[in-house]
């Protein structure tokens, strides 16, 4: 039987990473993956989602084209080669991966991964079974879909998102979206720009359960009322099915909203299924996430949990923060705690938004005294010149000690923005660094370096962000 220092189940981001760290520190690692390599974020998620929000911008901003001095005809989008897009990207990304891993001498193991024992995984292929043994483990297999009651799939009809990258756009361009979250706002603006005629249906107003402040959910909205496209609110849908060709949706009062197809995307769940658990002493919670400590570790010492299946925040990011959290956790003393506040969140529609720590009322019931700077793109030189000048960036420093206690930048570009506010844990320091660094002229990172100048300027507090 072969024997590993540790074994990852699952290789989207989060064990994909954790896979990478453990053979960089000199372990003999092993990673099983029962589906595609590189998990949902690769395949179904971050990856081709970026992908054809980056065609949407392009299209998006064809609208400037005559005023910039490009003309001919005109532009429209095509979905189908989009998808092909992604794929080839996506395709690319995943060699490299397995190629990385591959170098790194980390063991990969196609098949379903299974406890037999805390120290004992199964692994079923379509050969049969191996047994592996190791020290430690970390269970990192993610989410999937989750369905209203009665909602029920049909392939090319009615489908969630994995299905949409798994299987191809389906034919017609009347589209229904389900779901207020990240994907149906995201998915809204997407799918409009590539030329769909989308029917939205939101049971609550779009992001409300995020941490966003009104401000940044306003101007996304407003950016996406522009385009025309707005949600039909308080629908709640409980029931689904296919008449003549044509897909449908109802809530409880029996009204019907129908198209060529519908995108449910209405959450995601734990993916625990087939894991072995029962062999085991590790816990769920009564949604199905996998229970842990601060350390993410489970009940089963050895055991560690990451990513989506642990939740409740459900991102690349926080399955990267937790994959290195937990190789540390695993080779040191077990102390380090995760700490979701500062892990960076984001949502790529009509406008980014990207957030990071905590907003005013966080900070209050924390005790602090949060100051506010604040930088509007509407007359950053950078933005006037890409035609884009929605958003701001808004920083929130303690008045007692300078220190960043929480960022939102919203606008083009935000999702690479927010790494100035997410470097390092000292965070005494972060605005002083920002206020004092050379920086590239013109940009829209210089509008941080504004926001921090106006702490100083409107509340005082120059004598800690330019302090030697
Ligand atoms: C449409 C969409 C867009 C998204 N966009 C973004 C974005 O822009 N930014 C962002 O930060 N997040 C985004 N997300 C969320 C992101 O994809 C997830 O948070 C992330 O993939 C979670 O990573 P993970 O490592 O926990 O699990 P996953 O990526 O879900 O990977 C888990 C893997 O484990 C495998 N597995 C499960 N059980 C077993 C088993 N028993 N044996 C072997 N293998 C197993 C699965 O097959 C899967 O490959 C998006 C998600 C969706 C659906
Ligand atoms: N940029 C990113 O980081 C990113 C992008 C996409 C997805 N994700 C993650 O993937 C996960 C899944 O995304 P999601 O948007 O599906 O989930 P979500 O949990 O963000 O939102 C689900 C939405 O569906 C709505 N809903 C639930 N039941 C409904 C019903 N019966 N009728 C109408 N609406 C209903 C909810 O009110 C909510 O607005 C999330 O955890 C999200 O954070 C992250």
New binding site residues.
């Given amino acids: 039987m072969k024997e590993f220092d540790i074994v990852i189940i699952g290789s989207g981001p989060g064990g994909y990473r954790a896979a990478v760290l453990g053979a960089l520190r000199g372990k003999k690692v092993a990673i099983i993956e029962k589906d595609t390599w590189g998990g949902t974020c690769l395949n179904r998620?971050?990856v081709p989602?970026k992908d054809w929000h980056e065609t949407a911008k392009w299209i998006e901003n064809s609208r400037h084209f005559a005023g910039r001095g490009i003309v001919g005809a005109a532009l429209r989008g095509d979905m189908a080669q989009a998808w092909q897009h992604q794929r080839k990207v996506v395709e690319t990304v995943r060699e490299s991966y397995t190629d990385y891993l591959k170098r790194l001498g980390v063991q990969l193991y196609q098949g379903l991964g299974s406890y037999r024992s805390a120290h004992e995984i199964a692994i079923q292929t379509n050969a049969g079974e191996e047994i592996i043994q190791t020290h430690s483990s970390v269970i990192a297999t993610g989410?999937v879909?989750h369905l209203?009651q009665g909602a029920q799939l049909q392939a090319g009809k009615i489908l969630h998102?994995d299905m949409l990258f798994d299987d191809g756009v389906p034919a017609g361009d009347r589209v229904i979206i389900?779901?207020?979250?990240?994907?149906?706002t995201?998915f809204a603006y997407i799918f409009t720009q590539l030329g769909k005629e989308v029917r939205w249906?939101?049971?609550?107003a779009?992001l409300?359960?995020?941490r966003y402040s009104p401000q940044a959910k306003d101007a996304l909205m407003d950016a996406l009322k522009e385009l025309q496209i707005e949600a039909r609110h308080g629908?709640?849908?409980?029931d689904s099915g296919v008449d003549d060709g044509k897909a449908w949706v109802a809530n409880a009062a029996g009204e019907r909203e129908s198209g060529d197809w519908v995108l449910f995307?209405?959450?995601?769940s734990a993916h625990t299924a087939g894991l072995g658990l029962e062999n085991t002493q590790v816990a769920t919670d009564e949604l199905g996430f996998v229970q842990t400590n601060a350390h993410l570790e489970t009940a089963e010492s050895g055991i560690y949990a990451i990513g989506d299946v642990v939740g409740p925040y459900?991102?690349?990011?926080q399955a990267l923060a937790d994959a290195t959290l937990v190789i540390d956790n695993i080779l040191g003393d077990n102390c380090r705690e995760r700490s979701p506040l500062w892990v960076p969140?984001?949502?790529?529609s009509a406008v980014e938004l990207a957030r990071i720590g905590m907003d005013e009322d966080a900070a209050e019931d924390e005790g602090f005294e949060p100051a506010v700077g604040f930088a509007a793109f509407e007359t950053s030189p950078r933005a006037l010149g890409q035609d884009d000048t929605r958003g701001f960036a808004r920083i929130l420093a303690d008045m007692d000690s300078g220190e960043l206690l929480g960022g939102e930048i919203v606008g083009r570009d935000a999702g690479e923005l927010i790494h100035l506010l997410s470097q390092g844990s000292d965070r005494e320091e972060i605005l002083r660094r920002i206020a004092n660094s050379p920086v590239n002229h013109p940009t829209r990172a210089e509008e941080l370096l504004n926001a921090t100048e106006t702490l100083a300027a409107r509340w005082g507090l120059g004598e800690f962000i330019f302090a030697e």
Avoid: D, Q, W
């Fill in positions: 998620g971050c989602k989410s879909p209203p998102s389900v779901g207020g979250g990240v994907i149906g995201e249906l939101v049971n609550s779009p409300h359960h995020l629908f709640a849908v409980s995307a209405t959450g995601r459900m991102n690349a990011n969140e984001l949502v790529y």
